[in-house]
């Protein structure tokens, strides 16, 4: 009986210990996941609140970046935007803030590849993006390059990926293509 309780607080010690450790030196993949989604919750809101609150979430937004972010960014129905700096992302929430009802954003499929120095990531990203109206709404990829900076994944450089929306069909007789 000794023997079965022996074992049975070993195998509680080691789930207790392989928790604890996950918990203290977690995934980087999993960090920077987390943090992705964490940055969607963040720039998704809905019009109302106060004026501290809305200044108060538009900030919020400017700590997932580096102080030198750049970025390109080309949205359904919109001009390109390009950015650098933290000052300029936050400008464009706050017009955002102030142009938009509604925006909900989702990021529902992140592939992260860490660098082989450990100290970057490139994250590809699909995005769900809504805007005014939660019945319209359309998916992005989009790139996202990070940096270890003071022991926090930091978003440096963001690009929407275009994907090829339409490909007309080659018409050629007597294959598949041209049925």
């Not at 000794?2 to 080691?14: G, R």
Request: hydrophobic share 45%; net charge positive.
């Amino acid at each position: 009986m000794a023997k079965v309780k022996n074992i049975a607080l070993l195998a509680v010690v080691v789930v207790l210990g392989y928790l604890g450790w996950r918990i203290l030196f977690p995934n980087p993949e999993r960090v920077i996941r987390s943090g992705l989604e964490d940055l969607a919750r963040t720039v998704s809101f809905e019009r109302g609140g106060g004026m501290l609150a809305q200044a108060y979430d538009i900030s919020k937004v400017i700590e997932f970046f580096t102080v030198d972010v750049e970025g390109r960014v080309e949205l359904r129905g919109l001009q390109p935007v390009s950015f650098s700096g933290r000052d300029e992302i936050l400008n464009y929430a706050a017009l955002a803030r102030k142009k938009l009802d509604f925006v909900s954003v989702e990021f529902p499929d992140i592939k992260v590849k860490l660098g082989s120095d450990k100290q970057t990531a490139v994250a590809n990203v699909t995005a769900r993006v809504t805007v005014n109206d939660p019945a319209d709404y359309w998916v992005q990829e989009v790139r996202f390059v990070l940096r270890l900076v003071d022991g926090r994944w930091m978003i440096h450089y963001v690009e929407t990926v275009k994907v090829l929306a339409f490909l007309r069909p080659v018409q050629r007789e007597g294959t598949l293509a041209g049925c």
